[in-house]
């Protein structure tokens, strides 16, 4: 009979190990063995010391999902027979968006939409001025390269968010290299408008778009989501900082976006929430009604001043900045169809299926399937399905 010498907590989906884990016995201090590890990209292992005493125990997990999100929880376990089941003495990190995280991404989200736009606007509305288009685009790429470079260092490379936002860092960087080139020699600035295009895609193929099990039409949705915000940027900076710029093709490109994007929208909102109901009573509904009441905001005020093309403009840019603050936290919020439906009480047909005494373990499903605990004082969030056990050479130990 020996006490677990590790935790091994398995996700349906590739992660990385985050920050905040810890093993104690409650009470006392640290019983970690190492640094956690991650196995067969799926498993994290927080190794413990070996030969524990007789007590209750705590650990701490944490790991950042391969869509940037970072998850926590915790369990309790105790070693020694006739132990009554213990309460865990840690608490899971912090995992909702920070104030650093939100920056972050309205960084990239403000590069991103002003680069495409501008890069759509001049396509479309081929102003004179190209020195100034040129110097646009690439302070924006240059804004979406920091935005995206900070967002690497927070979720790291091995990670399907982390590795799509180093390359959108790279496609930046070479779009504001074109477009500077482009002050000097003009003959490069429709190059640089074409490649700017393609940063359209980084936030669809980074987040939850691509999530396993959903169809690829969200994808595309997604990216027509983000052309069309871009279109629409694009025109009003075009009449803000563009004065020589053609007015009437300027407002068609606005115009023309704005149903793309409450379309597409549309489509997004029905892949990622499972119910109406989840608009009030979640955070990730909050949020994209949060978002939805600014759109309808930033067009009223637009119509409330379009007598003054270019004072419209900047009341719209500026409501468009308030509204990547929304974007930014909703992007960073667990959708609906990942919200498991738990199940306030089991009967008698539900039993609960765990293994044997020495070796027990919580199944937790996605969406909106039940939970199955089989200790009530194991605590995980309905993220993954998971699994949490001692080590197969534990036994007699309870966890």
């Not at 960087?173 to 295009?197: E, F, M, Q």
């Not at 023309?256 to 955070?283: F, I």
């Not at 990547?324 to 306030?344: C, F, I, K, M, T």
Request: with cysteine.
């Amino acid at each position: 009979m020996r006490p677990p010498v590790e935790v091994r907590v398995v996700f349906d989906d590739v992660v990385r190990a985050g920050p905040g884990i810890a093993a104690i016995r409650n009470g006392g201090g640290s019983i970690l063995a190492g640094r956690a590890r991650i196995e067969g990209a799926r498993t994290l292992v927080v190794p413990l010391r070996r030969g524990l005493p007789d007590g209750d125990y705590s650990v701490r997990w944490s790991i950042v999902s391969d869509d940037g999100h970072l998850e926590s929880g915790v369990l309790a376990f105790a070693v020694g027979t006739g132990r009554a089941a213990p309460l865990a003495a840690l608490a899971p990190v912090a995992t909702g968006p920070s104030a650093g995280s939100v920056a972050e991404r309205w960084l990239l989200y403000a590069g991103i939409l002003a680069a495409v736009g501008i890069a759509l606007f001049a396509l479309v509305a081929r102003p004179e001025d190209e020195e100034r288009v040129a110097l646009i685009l690439s302070a924006a790429a240059v804004l979406a390269a920091v935005g995206a470079a900070e967002e690497v260092h927070r979720v790291g490379l091995a990670t399907r968010d982390g590795r799509t936002l180093g390359a959108g860092f790279v496609a930046a960087l070479v779009v504001a290299t074109a477009a500077a080139a482009a002050t000097l020699d003009s003959r490069a600035l429709r190059p640089a408008l074409v490649l700017a295009l393609g940063l359209a895609a980084v936030p669809a193929l980074a987040g939850h778009a691509l999530d396993p099990g959903l169809s690829r039409v969200n994808v595309a949705a997604d990216v027509l989501h983000v052309a069309a915000a871009s279109a629409w940027t694009g025109a009003l900076i075009g009449l803000v900082a563009l004065p020589g710029a053609s007015r009437r093709r300027a407002s068609r490109l606005a115009l023309g976006a704005v149903p793309v994007l409450g379309a597409s929208g549309a489509v997004r909102a029905s892949y990622e929430l499972t119910r109406a109901s989840q608009l009030w009573s979640m955070s990730y509904g909050r949020a994209l009604l949060v978002k939805t009441g600014l759109l309808l905001v930033v067009l009223a005020a637009g119509w409330m001043v379009r007598a003054r093309p270019r004072g419209r403009a900047a009341v719209e840019l500026a409501l468009l900045a308030l509204l990547l603050v929304a974007v930014s936290v909703l992007v960073q919020l667990r959708p609906g169809r990942n919200a498991a439906a738990v199940s306030p009480q089991r009967t008698a047909a539900e039993p609960l299926a765990c293994s044997s005494s020495s070796r027990r373990q919580t199944n937790q499903p996605i969406a909106t399937r039940k939970t199955s605990v089989c200790s009530a004082f194991i605590r995980m969030p309905p993220r993954f399905w998971s699994l949490t056990a001692e080590s197969p050479h534990s036994r007699g130990a309870r966890s």
